[in-house]
């Protein structure tokens, strides 16, 4: 089943603020963050329902090689992702993203 994955604006605004970040602390990381987590997103066009059901029923993407989850719905054909949050902050911060 091939899905549709919308990327709210609060997402993309993570991925670009954790970017900005990373780029702050080594030049070039947070460019190859920024292609690590779009590369994430994109598994969700084929297996969105792959992975792991971690808060009722928001699924978690664990971008691999940074401590960062994707944070995202499925409803039937259609990903909604919500977030993108460092592991070392407060998983709840996904639940103010979704309101």
Not at 39 to 51: D, E, G, T, V, W
Not at 67 to 75: S, W
Request: glycine share 4%; hydrophobic share 35%.
């Amino acid at each position: 089943m091939k899905f549709n994955v919308i990327i709210t604006p609060d997402a993309s605004r993570d991925i670009e603020s954790i970017a900005d970040w990373y780029e702050s602390q080594v030049k070039g990381l947070g460019k190859r963050f920024y292609k690590e987590a779009k590369k994430h997103i994109r598994l969700l066009y084929n297996n969105a329902n792959s992975f792991a059901v971690k808060y009722d029923d928001v699924h978690c993407l664990k971008i691999k090689k940074f401590p960062c989850l994707i944070h995202y719905k499925v409803t039937g054909n259609t990903v909604i992702v919500y977030a993108v949050i460092n592991t070392s902050r407060n998983p709840d911060i996904w639940k103010e993203k979704i309101k």
